[in-house]
C-alpha cells in the first residue's frame, strides 16, 4: 500500500518535471521567436544587391542585368511575376531573399 503510492507520487512528479520541461521549450521557443532578427537585413542586402545589378539605375532589373547574378536570372521568368520583362526591387528581393537550392 505504502509501496502503491510511493509510486503514484513518483509517476506524479515526473509528469510534473515533464510538463514543466515542456514549458520551458515553449518559453525558449516564443522568445526565440520574438528575439528573431526583423527582415530588414535582408532586405538591405537585397536592394543593395539590386542597386549593383541595376546598370541603368531605372529601378528595374532586365534580363541582360540580371545575368550579372545567375541565381536570379536563371529564374528570371518565374520571378518575373506581372510578366512585364522586367524585375522590379519587390520582384527581385522575393527571388533573393529565397534562392534556390
Ligand atoms: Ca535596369
Ligand atoms: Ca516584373
Not at 550579372?68 to 522586367?86: H, N, Q, S, V, W
Amino acid at each position: 500500500m505504502t509501496r502503491t503510492r510511493t509510486m503514484q507520487a513518483q509517476a506524479r512528479r515526473i509528469l510534473g518535471v515533464t510538463v514543466a520541461a515542456f514549458s520551458v521549450a515553449g518559453a525558449a521557443v516564443a522568445q526565440a521567436q520574438t528575439t528573431m532578427p526583423a527582415a530588414k537585413p535582408a532586405d538591405a542586402t537585397a536592394q543593395a544587391a539590386f542597386k549593383r545589378a541595376d546598370a541603368n539605375s531605372d529601378g528595374k532589373l532586365s534580363p541582360s542585368e540580371a545575368v550579372a547574378l545567375p541565381a536570379i536570372a536563371a529564374r528570371f521568368e518565374a520571378l518575373d511575376t506581372d510578366k512585364d520583362g522586367m524585375l522590379s526591387s519587390t520582384e527581385f528581393a522575393l527571388g533573393y531573399q529565397a534562392p534556390a537550392k
